[in-house]
């Protein structure tokens, strides 16, 4: 080392000398611009520092990146098996969902329901309040000209504000919900438990009339149940807020309202509602009322007259032994029998009393008569030359 020293001892002294001067003149030297002077010391190190500042912030920045994005990938992985099970519980949630819709609707159709839907609207802007602590209602600028009527239901986007309660030419008072006069039939979304929607003096909402032995939980959305006959069912009203133990047999429920009646600027005012019954699925499927018909006890069908009241008699008369009666011309049978002739059968029988009468005129016959019959080799004549016979006989005697 003291060799190198002393062998460019000269040049090494002259290189000190020639920086110690142009780091004195970069010292003296200013450059000025418009807007102020630098000396030249402070350009020179800002030209020799940025470069390597640069690259530093380029490799922290790139370290930096590369980490992040490592940790993302594993969190974005993580999130995606998480995303996936949602959706397939979401899924089933709504194949179980639409089946319960279905279902639903078959019943609605069934039993006959009908529901309530809001076909006009009339859009207002709010210009006024009531100024009083006491009472809580706001002027709007549509009255009696633009077809508002009194316990109108007034609405906005997220729920409902009140009820118009006096309808002027060009303007209308609107009492709002947590007036403590209103009055709004509410209804629990889950555990569909109903009760009234009042306000109170200090201007918050209650849910009144609802039983101590119930559980409702915070947080549980309110809506309304259409039993005032002003607001149709399912409007939002608040949520629960506050659960606590009446006086009385009922709870206390504190409900915020979904909007902010203090600053309410546009509404909308209900002036005309449908109501229509619910039609029944028509998508092929079968439906609460063919399930029902099917499993309803059915009367069996009346059977049907058979043609000729004469003739269903005929064989039961005709069907013990030993008568052989014929239908005549004029309907009436012939009697071959003598005993059947003195006994009164050859007159037209009567489908009622035919088996009886076939019954006297068997245990009448003779059972002579009925051996000959069977016995002799002589050929059978007509019962009409045969039967005047033994009559004749037996009229003498």
Known sequence: METVLGRYRNLIVLVGVLFAQVLGL???VKRTNDIESTRLIRVWAVDAVTPVEKMLGWVQSSTGSVWHSYFYLRGVRAENRALKDEIERMRLEQV??????????RLQALLGFKEQFISQTVAAQVIGSSGSEQSR?????????????????VITADGIAGKVLHVYGSTSLVLLINDQTSGVGAILEK?????????????????????????????????????????????????????????????????????SLSRLE???????????????????AARAADILAERLPTVPPKP??????AAVSA?????????????????????PSPAAATNGTAPAVRKTIAPALSSASDASKPAAGTSEAKTSPKPAKPATESTPQPAAQDAPQ
């Open 266 to 284: 546009e509404v909308l005012v209900v002036t005309k509602i449908d109501e229509r019954q619910a039609e029944p699925d028509r998508s092929g």
């Open 191 to 259: 555990s569909r438990l109903q009760g009234i929607l009042r306000g109170t003096p200090a201007g918050e909402i209650v849910l009144e009339k609802v039983m101590s032995d119930e559980t409702v939980p915070a947080g549980e959305l309110v809506l309304t149940s259409g039993g005032d006959r002003v607001f149709p069912k399912g409007l939002p009203v608040g949520r629960v807020t506050k659960v606590s133990q009446g006086s009385d047999l009922f709870l206390n429920i504190r409900v915020k309202p979904s909007i």
């Open 137 to 153: 209602a706001v002027y709007i600028d549509k009255g009696e000209s633009s077809g508002i009527k009194p316990d109108m239901a």
């Open 96 to 105: 179980r969902m639409t089946q319960d819709a279905d279902q639903a609707r």
């Open 26 to 28: 970069a010292v003296q």
């Open 304 to 309: 049907e007259p058979v043609p000729g009241g």
């Open 315 to 335: 064989p039961t008369a005709s069907s013990t032994p030993g008568s052989s009666a014929k239908p005549a011309g004029n309907g009436q049978p012939k009697v």
